[in-house]
């Protein structure tokens, strides 16, 4: 693991770290901040919240945009953002398109050819990257997860597919039904072929019913998201959490968009709801 | 003035206009924070911060990365950022070198050729712009004027040179001392001239001797900011101030670098410290 860069922030620390990985075969990036509470004098380890960006992002987009720094400072927890898809894989068309492949890797592991050896970003978010980050850096395994879009579909699916793994869950903008939207669409037929029964394993909405823990689920949602009518649904969400006796709480927030924007000005609420559940207030 | 977007954020609004210039002689975009008391079903115009930023940015940056709109919403506080140079005036070599030319305008009027028809930025955020935002947007003239490393220097050098005009002034980094360092002999041979007794109006320790006002400077420095010591300099304007009893706050924060995490841990501060000159609170 090599530290690429350091940046002092709210007194804590945003690394950025390159390591190998095995789950994806190549080299991957990743960004971490570190409150004061883990550094210090006298450091003690901290709980992480894991962030998955959406399409087209990197480790990057959270930790410049978020603002999430200032009260992850404050309430004493990390931040843990990896990137968004395998990198320089060299798989042919991986860069064609801003929805599939680079930048795009859907946090699914791909079943199909030529994507399989490297698309593997289920097992790398859940399982390689807070197994490397728990070994070498000041956290504990008290983790929470959330995301953005394509990353608001993934920290629902890596929380619904893994009882007591995560202590709590949210999400913005999630694509909340992916098996009923283009962007999931071509994904999973891509990833993982056309055999939609296969699909159902990574759709959060198709999760619900055999849901073996009942995390209560925070998903923040603008009225004026350009992506809300074709994407996102997250109306399935709520529907399937109605039925099979889910806790959701859905908040529309009007006139908000897609943007980071959004994001910045609603992360806080997120932040205290995971302090929350990982006792850190 | 076109109005290019709009971003819902922190119950304000993030906006980005398109308009022609006529101190820079082109087409220029701004972007503006808009608060909720400035919005709403009874609205009120509201005090601007003008935030200028550093070399290669545009008005993006610091909206994106600053993490200033959340403080800024409850206060009241409009903030405007211009963009950093004339854009797309074909001037031969504008595009040679990110310390010269576009993104790197440096708040000055040129006076050498063939600069000095379109590079007049000083012109432009000193006049223009608020013109411009005080008519046509819900802002009042009562003005406060920040910004970071070369956006520094124009801060400072904005206020000094125009005494009543600005509340309060602030700086992260800047280019203390801009006729003594390596960015600022290029910019200033480059746009003024050889003649360096003509530099002096545009250099904030040479202009501190003939303030007519003493309006109090804060400025934040990090002491591992890559470019403390070879380009920005503050000793020299501290020692300036202190020999001309102009006041000074030099905070110089350990560890902390040249970049937005070092803007964002301390952008409340500055915030306060406007909010408290425009009487917001």
């Known amino acids: 693991m090599e530290l690429l860069s350091t940046n002092l922030c709210f007194g804590g620390e945003h690394r950025r770290y390159r390591h190998a990985s095995h789950a994806l075969a190549c080299d991957m990036e990743f960004a971490v901040f570190l409150p004061p509470a883990a550094l210090g004098p006298e450091p003690a380890p901290v709980p992480v919240l894991y ?8 480790d990057q987009n959270f930790m ?3 603002g999430a720094q200032r009260l992850a400072a404050q309430l004493g927890l990390a931040i843990v ?12 068309g991986e860069d064609d398109s801003y929805d599939f492949g680079s ?15 490297h698309y593997r970003m289920y097992d790398y978010v859940v399982t390689e990257l807070p ?8 956290v504990t395994d008290q983790r929470a997860i959330s995301g953005h879009s ?3 579909h993934g920290a629902l699916v890596c929380a619904l597919r893994n009882p007591g793994r995560y202590r709590s869950v949210s999400a913005f903008a999630p694509i909340a039904h992916p098996s009923q939207c283009p962007w999931g669409e071509k994904a999973f037929s891509g990833y993982l072929g056309d055999d939609r029964e296969r699909w159902a394993a990574w759709d959060a909405t198709l999760l619900i019913p055999q849901a073996r823990e009942r995390l209560p689920l925070l998903v923040d949602q603008g009225t004026a998201d350009e992506f809300l009518d074709t994407q996102l649904n997250p109306e399935a969400l709520v529907d399937a959490c109605e ?3 889910h806790p959701i709480q ?12 959004f994001i910045a000005s609603f992360i806080d609420d997120h932040l205290l709801h995971h302090a929350q559940a990982l006792g850190l207030r």
Do not use: I
Request: with cysteine; charged share 15%.
């Open 51 to 58: 962030w998955l960006s959406g399409l087209t992002c990197t």
């Open 64 to 66: 410049q945009k978020a």
């Open 81 to 92: 953002c990896p990137d968004t898809s395998p990198r320089g894989v060299n798989l042919p």
């Open 103 to 117: 930048g795009a890797g859907f946090y699914l592991n791909a079943t199909r050819q030529p994507w399989a050896r």
């Open 131 to 138: 197994a490397l980050v728990e070994a070498r850096l000041p």
């Open 150 to 152: 394509m990353g608001g």
């Open 243 to 245: 039925r099979h006796h």
């Open 250 to 261: 859905l908040r529309m927030h009007r006139g908000y968009d897609h943007s980071y924007f």
